[in-house]
Nanobody, 123 residues
């Protein structure tokens, strides 16, 4: 059983930085990849960043909108961090940590979700 616990987020002015942390509670070795989606009011949930959590796959992937401004990293086998720099008002959204089971197709819907955390960027 896996639960995802998120922390971080908050409010910042445009150009500022924030960080998000997501930790696995439970079977950390059953997770193959982790990352974040975000959802702004009236919009669809979109993938922000992903990182492979196994020794065979440590690759990262980013949405084009955040490439070069956000960086996802593994703190340890059960925890990831998302550094968000040069934030823009359009980054305002609820950010949801997610995880895929080990062996799952990265294009499939996530197997686990965090509770969500708000990021607000003012102009």
């Amino acid at each position: 059983q896996v639960q995802l616990v998120e922390s971080g987020g908050g409010s910042v002015r445009a150009g500022g930085s924030l960080g998000l942390t997501c930790a696995i509670s439970g079977s950390i070795y059953s997770v193959g990849a982790m990352g974040w989606y975000r959802q702004a009011p009236g919009k669809q949930r979109e993938l922000v960043a992903r990182v492979g959590m196994t020794t065979a796959d440590g690759t990262t992937k980013y949405a084009e909108a955040v490439e070069g401004r956000f960086a996802i990293s593994k703190i340890n086998r059960g925890k990831v961090f998302l550094q968000m720099d040069s934030l823009r008002p359009e980054d305002t959204a609820t950010y949801y940590c997610y995880a895929h089971r080990r062996g799952a197709d990265s294009s499939s819907p996530p197997d686990y979700w965090g509770q969500g955390t708000q990021v607000t960027v003012s102009s």
